[in-house]
């Protein structure tokens, strides 16, 4: 993500990183509250930050102090590039950015002290993506399946029995419990959403309320709710993990 309000030096940003990394994507903003207002709702998660500080309405730190208050963004890198002739320690102390370039800023010194990160967020994304192609062995009342993490939707305690359900199958796991399969899994976006249910938040761009205290997700490929329940107790933490948003019929 780009908070630049002068084109020239975001387009120039994108130039240099795009060198460097040619499957980058970026969003650009060149204010401050739209660039929240995105981070709020969106269901995606953002590798890189640079952000200018000096900015119309909402100034650059107070996006930085937005970003680290985020759990998924706790140690994400933020890079503060800006003319302004402000305080360089505070920021590396208070929002504890990567790097803090003041403008105008050289090209060939930029690359080469965001080589290294562009690099190390390549590898990242290279090892997040393994970890999601894992597939994990089932004992079902079928036999044994294997089941790629990536395609599970939700888990249901039925009685002694575990049911999962993926895009296309469901399979059902007799006397096994809820935790000791998300134990297995050990996947951060599938997490316990009720006392019977577990969901993969990496799935969902929505959740519908159906009755007091309880709210039933939506499949971001299909938009269609799908079965599984979400309880007060987890609400909170998987609309923060998902980043969604309830919707009204």
């Given at each position: 993500m780009i908070i630049e309000d002068t084109?020239?030096?975001?387009?120039r940003l994108q130039k240099m990183i795009t060198k460097n990394n040619?499957?980058?994507?970026?969003?650009?903003?060149?204010n401050g509250e739209d660039a929240l207002d995105y981070l709020k709702t969106t269901g995606k998660t953002i590798d890189m930050f640079f952000i200018d500080i000096v900015l119309p309405t909402i100034d650059g730190y107070q996006i930085a102090s937005f970003i680290r208050n985020k759990e998924e963004y706790i140690t994400?890198?933020?890079?503060?590039?800006?003319?302004?002739?402000?305080?360089?320690?505070?920021?590396?102390?208070?929002?504890?950015?990567?790097?803090?370039?003041?403008k105008p800023f050289c090209e060939a010194e930029l690359q080469k002290q965001l080589l290294p990160l562009l690099s190390a967020t390549d590898n990242n994304k290279k090892a997040r993506i393994s970890q999601m192609e894992r597939?994990?062995?089932?004992?079902?009342?079928k036999g044994v399946s294997l089941v790629r993490v990536?395609?599970?939707?939700?888990l249901e305690v039925d009685g002694k029995d575990l049911i999962v359900y993926t895009e296309k199958a469901t399979h059902i796991i007799p006397r096994k419990t809820l935790?000791?399969?998300?134990?297995?899994?050990?996947?951060?976006?599938i997490i316990k959403c009720h006392k019977s249910f577990a969901v993969n938040t990496e799935k969902l761009s929505g959740v519908v309320k159906k009755k007091r205290d309880l709210w039933q997700p939506i499949n971001k490929a299909t938009g269609?709710?799908?079965n599984c329940l979400i309880s007060k107790t987890y609400y909170d933490e998987v609309m923060a993990k998902s980043m969604m948003v309830e919707v009204s019929y």
């Amino acid at each position: 993500m780009i908070i630049e309000d002068t084109e020239k030096d975001s387009l120039r940003l994108q130039k240099m990183i795009t060198k460097n990394n040619i499957d980058a994507t970026f969003v650009v903003y060149s204010n401050g509250e739209d660039a929240l207002d995105y981070l709020k709702t969106t269901g995606k998660t953002i590798d890189m930050f640079f952000i200018d500080i000096v900015l119309p309405t909402i100034d650059g730190y107070q996006i930085a102090s937005f970003i680290r208050n985020k759990e998924e963004y706790i140690t994400t890198p933020i890079i503060f590039v800006t003319g302004y002739d402000g305080n360089p320690l505070n920021a590396f102390q208070e929002y504890h950015c990567y790097s803090y370039i003041q403008k105008p800023f050289c090209e060939a010194e930029l690359q080469k002290q965001l080589l290294p990160l562009l690099s190390a967020t390549d590898n990242n994304k290279k090892a997040r993506i393994s970890q999601m192609e894992r597939r994990i062995s089932l004992n079902t009342r079928k036999g044994v399946s294997l089941v790629r993490v990536r395609d599970i939707l939700s888990l249901e305690v039925d009685g002694k029995d575990l049911i999962v359900y993926t895009e296309k199958a469901t399979h059902i796991i007799p006397r096994k419990t809820l935790d000791s399969l998300l134990k297995e899994l050990n996947e951060p976006s599938i997490i316990k959403c009720h006392k019977s249910f577990a969901v993969n938040t990496e799935k969902l761009s929505g959740v519908v309320k159906k009755k007091r205290d309880l709210w039933q997700p939506i499949n971001k490929a299909t938009g269609k709710e799908f079965n599984c329940l979400i309880s007060k107790t987890y609400y909170d933490e998987v609309m923060a993990k998902s980043m969604m948003v309830e919707v009204s019929y």
